[in-house]
């Protein structure tokens, strides 16, 4: 398990994708928070979300995730299946435009 940018829990889409960005690295508030509040056993809540609300950089950890299509876990306190309907809605939205 890497430690790269102090996000172990998070390795295996650091390593597959993008660094995340300077910003979200730096402010980001789950630093340190265990892995299963946004990487919960199936039938688990992410409590992660919560974290997520009073995150600074939620925004921008949202949209580095949207950009990537992250597969796995709580990103800008979106599951993965509410970026995949955030991801449909946007593309909609374009095709309306
Ligand atoms: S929005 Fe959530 S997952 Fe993203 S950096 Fe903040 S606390 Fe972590």
Do not use: H
Request: include cysteine.
């Amino acid at each position: 398990m890497s430690m790269e940018n102090g996000r172990p829990w998070r390795a295996t889409s650091y390593e597959m994708a993008k660094p995340l960005p300077k910003k979200v690295r730096e402010g980001r508030i789950c630093k340190y928070s265990p892995l299963e509040w946004f990487f919960p056993e199936k039938g688990l809540k992410p409590i992660g979300k919560e974290l997520c609300q009073i995150c600074p950089v939620v925004v921008d950890c949202l949209e580095f995730a949207l950009d990537n299509e992250e597969l796995f876990g709580v990103w800008g306190g979106y599951t993965k299946n509410e970026r995949r309907k955030e991801r449909q809605n946007r593309r909609n939205r374009t095709i309306a435009n």
